[in-house]
């Protein structure tokens, strides 16, 4: 059996959970469109190389210096230079562990400003591992400025040629290769010293090198969250719609129940609506002279005749032509019948 329920608050519930379904339907559509799983790039681990050398210049003896060497970016007089003794540290350090392995050699260039080059191995190809995290090493060479300037006097003798700005280039050449469970490194770095030759007054100029790096890899993360919030929103959406119907069909509006004198008004609407007029106002004037009718189907025999409307005032009904009002009153008794009335004349 339904149970009758307030027509607005009926509408307002229905309302409501046709709101709260609308919600959580469109809540639900939208979760199951995002990703249960997430992938990322993120850093597996980081790494540094660096390579640098440190040099001293050693001196022939002299007036000028109280020392018999001179340490580095100074200024140094070739003349009293007999050489120039270096010590190259290199390193590896990496925050992952891993199996280290590389591979280095020296060599020696001269070049000149015409373009030519020759170099020298003074340290061949020489290999370097570790595992862990860290791998170093050092190179000591004695560095030799006359046997280059005579290389290069030798050179430029064989071409005929001259040259004002020539230099020495100790240049490092360094692999080196990390091995781990997250990917690998391949790495080369080039640092050098340049020596300028035939310079009475010269400088050397250190190029360390080194560089830092990373490894990426791709980690999912699962978003619990996505799949929490599907379902709950489906959960709630299906719970919306059952109560929706369940309400729907358990409830209804309160019947309207009419007056016998409301049903005979409707009932006169519907057949002679088309001359009924409805009235908020009824002028009543006493000079007029009112005829009262029997039935309702008399009236609307006189409006049919007159050409007038009947006007309606709730359960009173008139047509004005003129001085002579025509009236009927609908009348109702307790048993649903309706009562004539008499005819007046005033």
């Not at 379904?21 to 980081?46: C, K, N, Q, W």
């Not at 050449?173 to 340049?194: F, K, M, Q, W, Y």
């Not at 993360?221 to 959406?237: E, G, L, M, P």
């Amino acid at each position: 059996m339904k149970k009758e329920i307030d027509r607005r608050i009926r509408l307002s519930v229905i309302a409501i959970l046709i709101l709260l379904f609308g919600i959580f339907a469109y809540d639900a559509s939208t979760a199951y469109h995002l990703p249960t799983e997430v992938t990322h790039d993120v850093t597996a681990f980081t790494y540094a190389h660096s390579g640098t050398s440190h040099y001293n210049v050693c001196l022939k003896p002299n007036s000028l210096y109280e020392t018999t060497t001179i340490g580095e970016n100074k200024t140094y007089f070739r003349k009293i230079t007999e050489r120039i003794d270096t010590v190259f540290e290199y390193e590896f350090i990496i925050d992952h562990d891993a199996m280290i392995t590389g591979e280095y050699d020296v060599t020696a260039c001269v070049a000149s400003a015409d373009d030519w080059e020759k170099c020298f191995t003074l340290v061949p190809k020489t290999t370097f591992n570790s595992s862990g995290t860290s791998a170093a090493f050092t190179e000591s060479l004695q560095i030799d400025p006359a046997h280059y300037e005579e290389v290069l006097s030798d050179i430029n003798d064989e071409l005929g040629v001259r040259t004002q700005d020539s230099t020495l280039t100790i240049k490092y050449n360094i692999h080196t290769i990390a091995r781990t469970d997250a990917g690998d490194v391949d790495e080369s770095l080039t640092p050098s010293l340049v020596i300028p030759l035939n310079k009475n007054v010269f400088s050397i100029k250190n190029n360390a090198d080194g560089k830092t790096g990373s490894i990426k890899t791709k980690k999912t993360i699962f978003k619990q969250n996505v799949v929490d919030r599907r379902r709950f929103s489906t959960a709630a959406a299906i719970l919306t719609l059952i109560l929706l119907i369940a309400f729907g069909f358990r409830t209804s509006d309160p019947k309207i129940v009419l007056s016998e004198t409301e049903k005979e008004i409707l009932s006169a609407r519907k057949r002679y609506g088309d001359w009924i007029a409805d009235a908020v106002n009824v002028p009543i004037e006493s000079e007029q002279v009112a005829i009262s009718l029997r039935s309702l189907d008399d009236l609307v025999k006189i409006a049919e005749e007159l050409g007038k409307p009947i006007i309606q005032k709730t359960d009173a009904y008139y047509i004005f032509d003129g001085s002579i009002r025509y009236e009927y009153h609908l009348v109702v008794d307790e048993h649903g019948m309706e009562t004539e009335t008499d005819d007046l004349v005033g």
